[in-house]
């Protein structure tokens, strides 16, 4: 029996196979966002609850259809209040797509805070220091940045290590850089409950974790156990990184490149609404 390609491959069934895989990629990048997060169990029970649902309908059991109905309905209400923090970690990815990113041009400030923060790395490296650096990229800090004590200081190497110096007043907590400046010190920042984390880390990676689960800022934690340097960044946790490895990638990360130098028309007008038409 022949086939008839010209039945099969035709628009209609190409507009198909586009639909399919634009479905499957949400799917999968949702479940990417939700891996090693309590939404996974969370979203296992609501795949219960729809089971049960279509076996009490298969079966006409009139009194649990009802039930599982009443749960459905409210449930939708119930997933946006459980899953905040994942469906505004979505919006923040999904925000942070080539439409929304910022282009920023490279200058000396930004080189200077790369050769700060690598003074600082290895000094608290070497001696077990503990910190915890946070750096704003383009999502606000502010609602962290306030639970700290405010420094608006320029960035030196001097300074970082002063501050996670042990027992000193603002050793605990995160240092948070805005607009290359020391903006806080001692701040808090949300603890990741991801399974992923291995649990020999402790809280300074967790919190480094966390904060780059609900923003796109880099965090960079020295561990006073080993000395080890970590970097998150988009919930990605690279440890153990040389002083080579870290500096090439804060220079990728904070330093532009020469072909990032023409702001989007689009991004400016949008950052103007949102700063009350203030530019950087």
Same mark, same amino acid.
């Given at each position: 029996?022949?086939?008839?390609?010209?039945?099969?491959?035709?628009?209609?069934?190409?507009?198909? !196979?586009?639909?399919?895989?634009?479905?499957?990629?949400? @799917?999968?990048?949702?479940?990417?966002?939700?891996?090693?997060?309590?939404?996974?169990?969370?979203?296992?029970?609501?795949?219960? @609850?729809?089971?049960? +649902?279509?076996?009490?309908?298969?079966?006409?059991?009139?009194?649990?259809?009802?039930?599982?109905?009443?749960?459905?309905?409210?449930?939708?209400?119930?997933?946006?209040?459980?899953?905040?923090?994942?469906?505004?970690?979505?919006?923040?990815?999904?925000?942070?797509?080539?439409?929304?990113? +910022?282009?920023?041009?490279?200058?000396?400030?930004?080189?200077?805070?790369?050769?700060?923060?690598?003074?600082?790395?290895?000094?608290?490296?070497?001696?077990?220091?503990?910190?915890?650096?946070?750096?704003?990229?383009?999502?606000?800090?502010?609602?962290?940045?306030?639970?700290? @004590?405010?420094?608006?200081?320029?960035?030196?190497?001097?300074?970082?290590?002063?501050?996670?110096?042990?027992?000193?007043?603002?050793?605990?907590?995160?240092?948070?850089?805005?607009?290359?400046?020391?903006?806080?010190?001692?701040?808090?920042?949300?603890?990741?409950?991801?399974?992923?984390?291995?649990?020999?880390?402790?809280?300074?990676?967790?919190?480094?974790?966390?904060?780059?689960?609900?923003?796109?800022?880099?965090?960079?934690?020295?561990?006073?156990?080993?000395?080890?340097?970590?970097?998150?960044?988009?919930?990605?946790?690279?440890?153990?990184?040389?002083?080579?490895?870290? !500096?090439?990638?804060?220079?990728?990360?904070? @330093?532009?490149?020469?072909?990032?130098?023409?702001?989007?028309?689009?991004?400016?007008?949008?950052?103007?609404?949102? +700063?009350?038409?203030?530019?950087?």
């Amino acid at each position: 029996m022949a086939i008839d390609w010209n039945s099969i491959l035709n628009w209609h069934t190409l507009v198909n !196979l586009v639909d399919i895989m634009v479905v499957w990629y949400v @799917i999968y990048k949702l479940m990417m966002l939700l891996r090693g997060t309590k939404a996974v169990q969370l979203f296992k029970g609501v795949v219960v @609850i729809l089971v049960i +649902k279509l076996i009490a309908w298969y079966f006409n059991l009139e009194t649990v259809s009802w039930i599982m109905d009443q749960i459905i309905n409210w449930g939708i209400i119930a997933i946006i209040v459980i899953f905040q923090p994942e469906i505004r970690r979505g919006l923040e990815h999904l925000g942070r797509g080539s439409l929304f990113v +910022k282009s920023r041009r490279g200058n000396a400030v930004e080189v200077h805070m790369v050769d700060a923060l690598d003074q600082a790395i290895q000094y608290m490296s070497k001696r077990r220091i503990g910190a915890l650096i946070t750096i704003q990229i383009n999502t606000g800090l502010d609602e962290y940045i306030e639970t700290g @004590i405010r420094l608006d200081a320029d960035i030196s190497g001097a300074l970082l290590i002063n501050t996670f110096i042990p027992n000193t007043p603002l050793h605990d907590g995160a240092v948070i850089i805005k607009d290359n400046k020391i903006a806080v010190a001692a701040a808090y920042l949300p603890l990741s409950e991801s399974n992923l984390i291995p649990k020999e880390l402790g809280t300074r990676h967790r919190a480094a974790v966390g904060i780059s689960e609900v923003t796109d800022a880099l965090t960079i934690v020295v561990s006073e156990e080993t000395g080890g340097v970590t970097i998150t960044k988009n919930s990605e946790l690279l440890r153990d990184l040389t002083r080579n490895d870290y !500096l090439k990638l804060l220079k990728n990360e904070l @330093i532009p490149k020469e072909d990032e130098r023409n702001s989007n028309g689009l991004t400016s007008f949008i950052e103007g609404v949102f +700063k009350g038409g203030r530019r950087r």
